[in-house]
């Protein structure tokens, strides 16, 4: 028979790290004949106590994960939706995930990276709701001031339409930065250099190819390696990560183009 002072301290004990949040098993070694019969039933006690709570935690994450789903999804189905709305942007969302997938994946990126980066190329226009109906009619409409500050905003109503899914992490971060430029001159917030993420690095190189190599009201898609070109360019005048656009054109080479 185990001591009774010693059996009820150690009790006390492992009752302490329970409230504390760190459940083992120690509490049903309590059980055993060896101790105390109050000891043995305090123990039971706590320990089905201990089963339900995390009964009850193991259920709460699985709800918290079916309501990011759900959420993720909704938005998602929001940013495709918006592309629709413009026949020479639809697809442009799924293809700038894609391709920033496969080109975080070449960076060395880690598998959770990669993800957040796919997921924010696939959101990176959802600011583009607030677009005004003259942003999407398509016609030789002259580009006026109004409607560059509605260009401008577009990351800025990006972030604040996706901050309150907190769960997004990075992914809100990248969003807002995807056209900011490594000189300091690009929007909303006019970072420059390591101040922008290189997941918004990635977006940036990545959805101007994607811009150049299809049909726009302005101009006619480009050809890859013209596309490739200007993105080195651009890289030479300080607006785009240079080791990101040499990536992106190794990625480019290997794996072709996105459909």
């Given amino acids: 028979m185990v001591d009774d ?130 942003m999407f009619c398509n016609e030789d409409t002259s580009m006026n001031e109004a409607m560059m500050l509605e260009i401008r905003s577009h990351p800025q109503w990006g972030y604040d339409i996706l901050s309150s899914l907190n769960f997004l992490g990075p992914v809100l971060e990248y969003v807002y930065a995807h056209h900011e430029r490594l000189d300091g001159r690009g929007y909303p917030r006019g970072l420059e250099g390591d101040e922008i993420p290189l997941g918004a690095r990635i977006l940036g190189v990545v959805d101007c190819f994607d811009a150049m190599t299809t049909d726009r009201p302005y101009q006619r898609g480009r050809p890859a390696e013209v596309a490739l070109a200007t993105l080195g360019s651009m890289a030479d005048s300080g607006a785009l990560d240079p080791d990101v656009v040499e990536a992106f054109m190794e990625e480019i080479e290997e794996g072709g183009l996105e459909m």
């Fill in 5 to 134: 002072k010693a059996a009820h301290k150690k009790l006390m004990g492992i009752i302490q790290e329970i409230a504390a949040g760190n459940y083992s098993d120690d509490i049903m070694a309590l059980t055993g004949p060896e101790y105390p019969s109050d000891v043995q039933e305090l123990a039971e006690a706590v320990g089905m106590m201990m089963v339900k709570i995390e009964a009850r935690e193991f259920h709460l994450e699985q709800l918290l994960e079916r309501i990011k789903i759900n959420s993720l999804q909704t938005v998602t189905s929001i940013a495709t939706a918006l592309g629709r709305r413009d026949e020479y942007t639809e697809g442009h969302g799924d293809r700038v995930g894609a391709y920033s997938a496969r080109l975080a994946l070449r960076m060395g990126l880690s598998d959770e990276e990669v993800e957040d980066v796919r997921i924010a190329g696939i959101l990176h226009d959802i600011g583009k709701i607030g677009f005004s109906d003259r």
